[in-house]
């Protein structure tokens, strides 16, 4: 194991062990559904310098708000990122030079690292009249995306913006903004969508990339299936009030202030893949989420619900199965539960890339068991 990354990374996070980290990528692998031996194989990857991939992050129709949320999570940190697992080529909201500097830097890097890169799009790809309602160093994006894609080593689409074209393709859609996918057909592009994405799905990907050369499986959609494979309804912490009929049925009322289901009040959860109930945003304080906080979801990582459906219409529940895990019924609360800063064996260790809370607290009772034994 590189030892310098290593003391990077440990210095990223307080109180941050070998033994920590060893834990740390083993359950970064079974958030993946990878097995548990996959741990040291993420390890050896993430601290070897050799191993980092090129990444060229183009920025088309957004908000900026997907590079925004990558400055949120601390485990590992924005540097450590851009620093130690990748290295950032290329990136419209960060590079220290612009204009003509910045367009060289950036064929510099695509011819240099021609097959290998990782490209990054942000933002959806307008085609209206040749795509000219999005010009990057006087070219439409259209065409740089296009053009760099054909160089690429793989696609990732970060956002509902790039996935599919997101809040700027929402009727009556003037520009004809659409999603890297719908471009680049015939290739694979990985889609993390969401608004703005939880960084650790996006983060997940990455990893797993760097450690096994290839993408993780996907669904139809091209989203990991990782994080994009259950509904959100399955795994909320108000389901058990759904189950039960317990309902809010107006922002303020009882039902609303003792924790009661969203689902009358709009909630999209029914028909929206995401993991959002398991690793939660904003580690301070324990994570939270917008259910967490008693807004219902408006389902962001979904086409077709997101931006397309008015927020407080109730959809079709399509799938109505038992919750994978029970939930205690309980009022609405401080955001404190254990999310992705949780603790693991006693030590200051954060969530990890696309970890669940499930995963943490088998593996600390594990690891707490074993150490009593010893």
């Known amino acids: 194991m590189e030892e310098n990354a290593l003391k990077r990374i440990k210095k990223s996070i307080p109180g941050f062990s070998r033994r920590d980290f060893i834990?740390?990528?083993?359950?970064?692998?079974?958030?993946?559904?990878?097995?548990?031996?996959?741990?040291?194989?993420?390890?050896?990857?993430?601290?070897?310098?050799?191993a980092r991939p090129p990444v060229i992050w183009l920025h088309g129709q957004d908000c900026t708000?997907?590079?925004?949320?990558?400055?949120?999570?601390?485990?590992?940190?924005?540097?450590?990122?851009?620093?130690?697992?990748?290295?950032?080529?290329?990136?419209?909201?960060?590079?220290?030079?612009?204009?003509?500097?910045?367009?060289?830097?950036?064929?510099?890097?695509v011819t240099k690292n021609a097959g290998k890169f990782v490209l990054v799009v942000?933002?959806?790809?307008?085609?209206?009249?040749?795509?000219?309602?999005?010009?990057?160093?006087?070219?439409?994006?259209?065409?740089?995306?296009?053009e760099t894609a054909a160089k690429a080593g793989a696609i990732i689409a970060i956002g509902s913006c790039a996935a599919w074209g997101g809040i700027p393709s929402s009727p009556p859609n003037p520009t004809q903004a659409t999603g890297?996918?719908?471009?680049?057909?015939?290739?694979?592009?990985?889609?993390?969508?969401?608004?703005?994405?939880?960084?650790?799905?996006?983060?997940?990907?990455?990893?797993?990339?760097?450690?096994?050369?290839?993408?993780?499986?996907?669904?139809?959609?091209?989203?990991?299936?990782?994080?994009?494979?259950?509904?959100?309804?399955?795994?909320?912490?108000?389901?058990?009030?759904?189950?039960?009929?317990?309902?809010?049925e107006k922002f303020g009322d009882d039902g609303h202030r003792n924790g009661y289901c969203l689902y009358k009040l709009g909630c999209k959860g029914p028909v929206t893949h995401a993991n959002c109930p398991e690793i939660q945003?904003?580690?301070?304080g324990g994570g939270t989420w917008p259910v967490g906080t008693?807004?219902?979801?408006?389902?962001?990582?979904?086409?077709?619900?997101?931006?397309?459906?008015?927020?407080?219409?109730?959809?079709?529940?399509?799938?109505?199965?038992?919750?994978?895990?029970?939930?205690?019924?309980?009022?609405?609360?401080p955001a404190n539960r254990s999310g992705l800063a949780t603790g693991l064996a006693g030590a200051a260790v954060g969530a990890v890339v696309g970890a669940s809370a499930t995963a943490f607290k088998k593996l600390g009772r594990q690891d707490d068991n074993n150490d009593q034994s010893s």
């Open 122 to 146: 942000e933002g959806s790809i307008p085609l209206k009249d040749g795509g000219i309602y999005c010009l990057v160093g006087g070219k439409p994006f259209v065409e740089l995306v296009e």
């Open 23 to 50: 834990k740390y990528c083993t359950v970064m692998a079974g958030s993946m559904g990878l097995s548990a031996g996959a741990g040291m194989r993420i390890a050896e990857a993430i601290t070897n310098p050799a």
């Open 180 to 248: 890297a996918p719908q471009v680049l057909k015939g290739k694979t592009v990985v889609s993390i969508p969401g608004c703005p994405p939880n960084p650790y799905n996006f983060l997940s990907t990455v990893v797993h990339y760097i450690t096994f050369g290839k993408l993780p499986a996907l669904d139809e959609l091209g989203r990991p299936e990782f994080a994009y494979g259950r509904l959100i309804h399955e795994n909320c912490e108000r389901r058990p009030h759904f189950d039960a009929g317990r309902f809010a």
């Open 281 to 284: 945003f904003n580690e301070v």
């Open 65 to 109: 708000g997907c590079t925004e949320t990558l400055l949120r999570p601390s485990h590992p940190s924005l540097d450590t990122l851009i620093l130690d697992l990748i290295s950032l080529d290329y990136h419209e909201t960060l590079n220290v030079g612009s204009g003509k500097q910045a367009e060289e830097a950036l064929q510099q890097s």
């Open 294 to 333: 008693g807004h219902p979801c408006f389902g962001c990582t979904e086409q077709g619900v997101a931006f397309n459906i008015p927020l407080f219409t109730q959809v079709e529940v399509s799938n109505p199965t038992p919750a994978a895990v029970q939930t205690p019924i309980v009022p609405n609360r």
